[in-house]
């Protein structure tokens, strides 16, 4: 199985930023596309962004034009830059791929915005 290593969450107060990286341990078909979802107290799991080895990325609407995901695919990284953070991004951010069963998921890493 692929791992999947989160790194940078932590805590921001809104209108602030935050860089959310995620390391692939090796590549797979399933890392041809690589993303976040995001899971909130309360709240339905909500994938937000999205990008395959052509840099084709794709963005729900509550991150559109704050966030920018972007992919180092030789380092088979993928980066998630969060501007304007606002207090409804508070959550636990997952990295994931095209298929959880080669690459489950890992603990994610918390997001609180205040």
């Known amino acids: 199985h692929v791992q999947l290593v989160e790194s940078g969450g932590g805590s921001v107060q809104a209108g602030g930023s935050l860089r959310l990286s995620c390391a692939a341990s090796?590549?797979?078909?399933?890392?041809?596309?690589m993303g976040w979802i995001r899971q909130a107290p309360g709240r339905e799991r909500e994938g937000i962004a999205f990008i395959d080895d052509h840099g084709r990325t794709n963005y729900a609407d509550s991150v559109k034009g704050r966030f920018t995901i972007s992919k180092d695919s030789a380092e088979l990284t993928v980066y998630l830059q969060m501007n304007n953070l606002k207090l409804e991004d508070t959550a636990v951010y997952y990295c994931?791929?095209?298929?959880?069963?080669?690459?489950?998921w890992g603990q994610g890493t918390q997001v609180t915005v205040s």
């Open positions: 090796t590549y797979t078909y399933s890392t041809y596309c």
């Open positions: 994931v791929t095209l298929d959880s069963d080669d690459a489950p």
